[in-house]
Structures are given as C-alpha cells and as structure tokens.
C-alpha cells in the first residue's frame, strides 16, 4: 500500500522523536483523532510503526519491513548518502555491493562511472546496472528471497568468497548504541560477513533512522568498516568512529555546524 504525504510525515516524525501521539498528530493537521488512528493503523499493518496507548512508536523487532515501504523512508537521506559513496568509488574499481535501499541508492548514483566491476546478491542492484555497458556486473547464486529481491545462503556466501574487491558498500538493519551493526536474517549476515572479509576498504552506507531501530542478529561492528557514510550520527556513534579510525562522512547540514570535517565534501 503506498502511503500518503500526511502517513510519511508522520512517520518521519516517529523516526526524529522516537513516538508520535493521537492528539498532537490531529491539532497539527487539523484532522480527526479519528483520522490519525486510521493513518497509524495504516502504518502499523505494514510494521513501519507499533502501537502504544496514545499513539505509536517506531517498530522494531524480529521481522523487518517491506522493501517497497523502505523505499519511501528517509528517501532524499538515502540518495544524499548514495551520491557520497560514489564520490568516494574511483572509475575501474571492483567492488560489492549487498541487498538493501541505501545501497540501492549509492547503486543509482555510480552510473556515471566507468569501467566498474560490481558483485551483487542485491537484483535490484543488478538490475539498475544491467543496461549501462561501462559495468560489468557479476550476480551472486543462491536463493532469492521474496520480499526484497536479496540472494542469500551457503551458495552466496562461497560465490562472495571467491573475490577480492576494492570496495565493498554494505547496508544494515540497525546500528546499537554500542557501535554492532545488525539485520534481520541470519543468512544474509553471513553474506554480508562474507563481504566484508574479501574487500579491502568497506564502506557503511546507513541513514539515522538505523539508529532508532533494533534487529536480532549481529553481523560485525563498526570497528570493522573504514569509512561510514549517514545522514546525522548522534554523538555516541561519533565518538565509537573517532576511537576506532573510522572516517565519518555526514550529508547534513547540521553535521557541518556540528565541526564534522567530512560534511562539506560529502554535500559536494
């Protein structure tokens, strides 16, 4: 189902406040308490947000959300991100690229590049690539799940193995408080782990809302990518990069007035 401007604006307040109330929702926009409790149920059926007695707050869990509603969340974020990665992938490079919208979006943005070696269990990935002839672009085998397109299991991970890439752009599901990085499927962990053992320089491309989340299983830490690419990271994130060398590369303007020394280059 796709959702309206008002159920995108209210989910994207969820993700800066962590819940939203019934009341609040229907004095800003002028709407029925009625109205707003249809709008978050709308939300809650496709388990974007859950709800709590007055209102809702972002979901997290066991199960993560639908591709397709993905898509729509932190969208400009994500393309933001997207066009800073690229920046950072120089024309003849071999590099990875696993399943999820974030890194669908640095995919979109690389199209401009030349001579570029891509692996991928991502289709959606593969699939944006496909037509341009400067990619050469290699598909990892094994199963192919539904929701999102993402190829997964033993047969990828030793398809991964058989590579050593330059680069390798990885998404998450969540990022704890304590710098872990997590996801939802066990299998695609073990192709993400995969990846990030056979690259030479991994990048973490993940908007803020990964802050805000939880998933249960734990693919590595931050301490284990060179470079980490967001929107906005909360001071926390900043200081487990500084400690561990991580470049932090920000596309906010409030990570400039912030000191970040990456923020103009990665807007640029």
Same mark, same amino acid.
Not at 17 to 27: E, I, K, M, Y
């Given at each position: /189902?796709?959702?309206?401007?008002?159920?995108?604006?209210?989910?994207?307040?969820?993700?800066?406040?962590?819940?939203?109330?019934?009341?609040?929702? $229907?004095?800003?926009?002028?709407?029925?308490?009625?109205?707003?409790?249809? @709008?978050?149920?709308?939300?809650?059926?496709?388990?974007?947000?859950?709800?709590?007695?007055?209102?809702?707050?972002?979901?997290?869990?066991?199960?993560?959300?639908?591709?397709? $509603? !993905?898509?729509?969340?932190?969208? @400009?974020?994500?393309?933001?991100?997207?066009?800073?990665?690229? @920046?950072?992938?120089?024309? !003849?490079?071999?590099?990875?690229?696993?399943?999820?919208?974030?890194?669908?979006?640095?995919?979109?943005?690389?199209?401009?590049?030349?001579?570029? /070696?891509?692996?991928?269990?991502?289709?959606?990935?593969?699939?944006?690539?496909?037509?341009?002839?400067? /990619?050469?672009?290699?598909?990892?085998? %094994?199963?192919?799940?539904?929701?999102?397109?993402?190829?997964?299991?033993?047969?990828?991970?030793?398809?991964?193995?058989?590579?050593?890439?330059?680069?390798?752009?990885? %998404?998450?599901?969540?990022?704890?408080?304590?710098?872990?990085?997590?996801?939802?499927?066990?299998?695609?962990?073990?192709?993400?782990?995969?990846?990030?053992?056979?690259?030479?320089?991994?990048?973490?491309?993940?908007?803020?809302?990964?802050?805000?989340?939880?998933?249960?299983?734990?693919? %590595?830490?931050?301490?284990?990518?060179?470079?980490?690419?967001?929107?906005?990271?909360?001071?926390?994130?900043?200081?487990?990069?500084? $400690?561990?060398?991580?470049? /932090?590369?920000?596309?906010?303007?409030?990570?400039?007035?912030?000191?970040?020394?990456? $923020?103009?280059?990665?807007?640029?």
């Amino acid at each position: /189902m796709m959702l309206s401007e008002r159920q995108l604006q209210i989910l994207e307040a969820a993700k800066r406040s962590g819940r939203v109330a019934v009341d609040d929702l $229907a004095a800003r926009y002028e709407v029925s308490v009625q109205t707003i409790r249809k @709008d978050l149920n709308d939300l809650c059926d496709q388990r974007l947000l859950a709800r709590v007695h007055g209102g809702a707050v972002l979901s997290s869990g066991v199960e993560n959300v639908g591709y397709d $509603a !993905r898509r729509v969340i932190a969208a @400009d974020e994500k393309a933001a991100i997207g066009r800073a990665v690229a @920046d950072l992938i120089p024309d !003849r490079a071999s590099l990875f690229i696993n399943i999820g919208t974030t890194t669908e979006a640095v995919a979109h943005a690389l199209l401009r590049h030349a001579g570029l /070696m891509v692996i991928t269990n991502n289709i959606n990935v593969a699939t944006a690539l496909r037509p341009y002839p400067e /990619m050469e672009v290699v598909i990892a085998g %094994g199963v192919v799940r539904r929701s999102d397109g993402g190829i997964v299991g033993e047969a990828a991970v030793d398809f991964i193995r058989q590579f050593k890439v330059d680069f390798a752009v990885i %998404g998450v599901s969540a990022i704890d408080g304590d710098g872990s990085l997590l996801d939802f499927d066990y299998r695609e962990v073990r192709v993400a782990q995969a990846i990030i053992g056979n690259a030479r320089h991994v990048i973490l491309a993940a908007d803020s809302s990964k802050f805000e989340r939880s998933a249960p299983v734990r693919i %590595g830490h931050l301490d284990q990518v060179q470079t980490f690419v967001t929107d906005l990271a909360p001071p926390a994130i900043r200081s487990i990069c500084a $400690a561990a060398e991580v470049r /932090m590369i920000e596309t906010r303007p409030e990570a400039a007035a912030r000191g970040s020394p990456d $923020a103009d280059d990665a807007r640029s």
